[in-house]
Each structure stands twice: as C-alpha cells, then as structure tokens.
C-alpha cells in the first residue's frame, strides 16, 4: 500500500506556472507508473501526464509542450512542471500510482487559472 500526498496547487494569472509535487509513502523505484489526472468541474478525470519506473513519459495533447513531468526516486516525490497555464487548465488534480495490480490516489490539489 502506497500514500499519495499532493502540494503546489493554487491561482495563478494565464501564461504563469506552477509545480505540483506528489510524495509517496514509500519507495516510488519499483512503482510501474505515477503520474496526474485532472478533473474539471462536470467533467470527467483526464490522464494528463504520467511517468514509468523507467524514466518514459507519456502526455495528454492538450498539455504537451507545457507540462513536464519528472520523479525523484531519492526523494520519492513525483513532480509536475505546469507552464504557459491557461484558464482550461483550471481543475483539481490528482496524483496516482499504479503498482501490485492496484491504483493509488492522492487527495487532489486545487489549481485556478485566472484569465
């Protein structure tokens, strides 16, 4: 069993950034997959970024370019790199962690983009 812990969201102005950070409760090294999905009011939850044990990164097209995501198996921690934001980015977004045939999420971390 793995904890997910979100930081990092907030409001910031359109073309501004932000970095979420996801630590886990253990070690993330043998993880198969982490990453974060975001939910939009009345919208469903949306794969938006995701990184492998091996280092291969995976993006949703709307947030390529922008979003870079990266893990830090020292310090266990996932973290999510948000630049160029624009309003439709506004969501809540949520860490996960795929491993022993089970997902894991975290509590989800606010983030508002003011146009």
């Known amino acids: 069993q793995v904890q997910l812990v979100e930081s990092g969201g907030g409001l910031v102005q359109a073309g501004g950034s932000l970095k979420l950070s996801c630590a886990a409760s253990?070690?993330?090294?043998?993880?198969?997959?982490m990453g974060w999905y975001r939910q939009a009011p009345g919208k469903q939850r949306d794969l938006s970024a995701s990184?492998?044990?091996?280092?291969?990164?995976n993006y949703h097209d709307s947030v390529k370019g922008r979003f870079t995501i990266s893990r830090d198996n020292a310090k266990n921690t996932v973290d999510l790199q948000m630049n160029s934001l624009k309003p439709e980015d506004t969501a809540v977004y949520y860490c996960?962690?795929?491993?022993?045939?089970?997902?894991?999420w975290g509590q989800g971390t606010q983030v508002t983009i003011s146009s």
């Open positions: 990184i492998t044990s091996g280092g291969s990164t």
């Open positions: 253990k070690s993330i090294s043998s993880i198969n997959a």
């Open positions: 996960y962690a795929r491993t022993d045939g089970r997902i894991y």
